[in-house]
């Protein structure tokens, strides 16, 4: 059998062709209409004690303490569904949940890192029955951190964008965060 040598100006017009019937089909997919931008900012209630505890420990980890605390250990895991609210206060106007869970996944005492898996569920305002999935690592005791936005449903459906959080408060294992979210979808 002898080959043939198939050169690039012999495959140009079927490559055309193929783009033509791919071109709209891709398109389709994008969605209809520009995407739009918000600026969503919720305070975060992650309370793990008392009678209305939003956070619970749920695999207590074998690995050295985290730096600040006397009780959270590297490979802790922590279930969630936090209070998300207008402002600090508990009192607040809710806005949301914030539900998943969170893993103590730095190993070096000095370092409370976590891993956070997480979505934010609107149940207010023009964006309710909407989440936003956020996950990344967030060294909690940096003054700002970055966690991505990778995907969203209802409004925030093919969601893209970050979260820029804070915290206000810390006291032992309940902190309240500020989370300033930019997303486009």
């Given at each position: 059998?002898?080959?043939?040598?198939?050169?690039?100006?012999?495959?140009?017009?079927?490559?055309?062709?193929?783009a033509?019937?791919?071109?709209?089909?891709?398109?389709?997919f994008?969605?209809?209409g520009?995407?739009?931008?918000?600026?969503?900012?919720?305070?975060?209630?992650?309370f793990?004690?008392?009678?209305?505890?939003?956070?619970?420990?749920?695999?207590?980890?074998?690995?050295?303490?985290?730096?600040g605390?006397?009780d959270?250990?590297?490979?802790?895991?922590?279930?969630?569904?936090?209070?998300?609210?207008?402002?600090?206060?508990?009192?607040?106007?809710?806005?949301g949940?914030?539900?998943?869970?969170?893993?103590?996944?730095s190993?070096?005492?000095?370092?409370?890192?976590?891993?956070i898996?997480?979505?934010?569920?609107?149940?207010?305002g023009p964006?309710?029955?909407?989440?936003l999935?956020?996950?990344?690592?967030?060294?909690?005791?940096?003054?700002?951190?970055?966690?991505?936005?990778?995907?969203?449903?209802?409004?925030?459906?093919?969601?893209?964008g970050?979260?820029?959080?804070?915290?206000?408060?810390?006291?032992?294992n309940?902190?309240?965060?500020e989370?300033?979210?930019?997303?486009?979808?």
């Open positions: 059998m002898a080959r043939q040598l198939i050169t690039f100006a012999a495959l140009a017009p079927l490559l055309m062709a193929m033509v019937i791919v071109s709209p089909a891709a398109s389709a994008r969605g209809v520009a995407r739009e931008s918000y600026h969503l900012r919720f305070y975060m209630h992650d793990s004690n008392g009678p209305n505890a939003s956070a619970i420990v749920v695999a207590h980890g074998t690995g050295p303490l985290l730096g605390s006397k959270r250990r590297f490979g802790d895991v922590v279930v969630m569904d936090d209070t998300l609210t207008e402002g600090p206060n508990t009192t607040s106007r809710a806005l949940r914030a539900q998943g869970f969170y893993i103590a996944s190993s070096i005492s000095g370092d409370p890192t976590l891993h898996s997480m979505d934010l569920v609107v149940t207010s964006c309710s029955g909407s989440t999935a956020v996950t990344g690592r967030d060294n909690v005791l940096a003054p700002v951190r970055e966690l991505p936005v990778v995907g969203g449903m209802g409004r925030f459906r093919m969601a893209s970050y979260v820029l959080m804070k915290t206000v408060n810390w006291h032992g309940d902190v309240l965060l989370l300033d979210v930019y997303v486009h979808a």
